[in-house]
């Protein structure tokens, strides 16, 4: 077992993880698109946010506790979809999946993920979790997708609107970014000096898209799993075929990559129950403002229709805070989480998650509330969000 007293914020993690994780697996985590401005920013605008501090307000009998589209939570935060976290740490979502579980809040699958969906069922005791869809080409792979999901206990479908196409993100082309890595003299120099992950590779069989991998027709091995899913991805997905999978799915129907306050209109308007402010963690559009950006404008549009969530750029309970003073019901943390994961296994996800909460509960005090419930914009210094 792992010390993790000193571990006290995010950004330790990080420093951890960077060591720890091959370099075109945490580069791959930890980049955005083009110049990154957009991926810096989502971090960056929270800090230009101020809060009101309270004092002589009673503090006693505190709670974060709430709800995410029904779904009670002990903090309003879920972990986000991620590809290729088994690649952060051997079995790495199963990690995430159990230390969700444990913790309280929700755990979200990848379709471009290591472990597969029957692989989190078979690992959680079949606990309930979230599972995020791109849409394919092949639509009878997604309706296949779709099945075993439902198979899995899955409880609420996260459909991915803002990856039609691939943005421009240099450090994946640079560092020639496969899963598993090919044995280039370069790859295997950076392995040499990560033994804690080689030896937990060693150890499994799951080392590629286990969604994917013996479920797709003519995906038998890495090559053809790699033309396959570089070919895969839909340009022309519309809302129809939003409307298509929600009847398809029948259950909880979450969007994310709502970024602009006409597509909200129309997400509120589809029968979803949530929608995600999201810029793909600044992977996508560079050039695009940050998710905390905005949220405001969104949730005064639809917030009265749907729930609005949103991720992107949360380092601490403080920007779980912020995005709840502004209106988000749920937030969703994918970089933090994978900092954790990347630097101790799942005991780091747990520890990340335990210094978000921390971080949440002592600011909602300090600002004056006892309940994340009763939080609200009043909470901000005015002029500064």
């Known amino acids: 077992m792992s010390d993790l007293s000193k571990i006290t914020s995010i950004e330790d993690l990080r420093v951890i993880a960077k060591r720890r994780v091959p370099k075109m697996f945490y580069d791959y985590a930890d980049s955005g698109a083009w110049t990154e401005g957009t991926y810096r920013a989502n971090e960056s605008d929270f800090q230009r946010i101020k809060l009101r501090q309270r004092v002589a307000v009673n503090m006693e009998g505190r709670?974060?506790?709430?709800?995410?589209?029904?779904?009670?939570?002990?903090?309003?935060?879920?972990?986000?979809?991620?590809?290729?976290?088994?690649?952060?740490?051997?079995?790495?979502?199963?990690?995430?999946?159990?230390?969700?579980?444990?913790?309280?809040?929700?755990?979200?699958?990848?379709?471009?993920?290591?472990?597969?969906?029957?692989?989190?069922?078979?690992?959680?005791?079949?606990?309930?979790?979230?599972?995020?869809?791109?849409?394919?080409?092949?639509?009878?792979?997604?309706?296949?997708?779709?099945?075993?999901?439902?198979?899995?206990?899955?409880?609420?479908?996260?459909?991915?609107?803002?990856?039609?196409?691939?943005?421009?993100?240099?450090?994946?082309?640079?560092?020639?970014?496969?899963?598993?890595?090919?044995?280039?003299?370069?790859?295997?120099?950076?392995?040499?000096?990560?033994?804690?992950?080689?030896?937990?590779?060693?150890?499994?069989?799951?080392?590629?898209?286990?969604?994917?991998?013996?479920?797709?027709?003519g995906v038998k091995d890495l090559s053809s799993l790699s033309s396959w899913t570089a070919e895969q991805f839909d340009p022309a997905l519309s809302w129809a075929d939003v409307e298509w999978i929600k009847k398809l799915w029948g259950g909880k129907l979450v969007l994310k990559g709502i970024m602009d306050v006409e597509d909200a209109r129309l997400a509120a308007s589809s029968g979803a129950d949530a929608l995600i402010v999201s810029n793909h963690g600044g992977r996508q559009l560079d050039g695009a403002p940050s998710s905390i950006a905005a949220l405001p404008a969104i949730v005064e549009a639809v917030g009265s229709e749907i729930e609005v969530w949103m991720d992107g750029g949360i380092r601490s309970g403080q920007d779980v805070l912020k995005a709840r003073a502004l209106g988000a019901r749920g937030t969703m943390v994918g970089r933090s989480f994978l900092y954790g994961l990347g630097a101790y296994g799942q005991e780091g996800v747990m520890r990340a998650l335990q210094i978000i909460h921390k971080e949440l509960d002592i600011t909602m005090a300090f600002c004056g509330r006892t309940n994340i419930d009763e939080v609200d914009s009043s909470i901000l210094l005015p002029g500064t969000f």
């Open 63 to 217: 709670s974060t506790r709430s709800t995410m589209i029904g779904e009670e939570v002990a903090m309003p935060v879920a972990i986000a979809p991620t590809g290729l976290t088994g690649m952060q740490h051997a079995d790495g979502e199963i990690l995430g999946a159990r230390a969700a579980k444990a913790f309280g809040i929700p755990f979200t699958l990848s379709t471009m993920s290591i472990c597969s969906l029957e692989d989190i069922a078979e690992n959680t005791g079949r606990h309930p979790f979230w599972f995020q869809l791109y849409v394919m080409k092949d639509r009878d792979f997604i309706e296949r997708l779709i099945e075993r999901a439902r198979a899995a206990n899955v409880s609420a479908l996260q459909l991915t609107l803002d990856l039609q196409i691939l943005g421009q993100r240099h450090k994946d082309i640079k560092n020639g970014l496969t899963a598993p890595p090919k044995p280039t003299i370069k790859n295997l120099i950076d392995l040499a000096t990560k033994p804690r992950w080689c030896m937990g590779m060693l150890g499994t069989k799951r080392r590629t898209f286990g969604n994917i991998a013996g479920h797709a027709k």
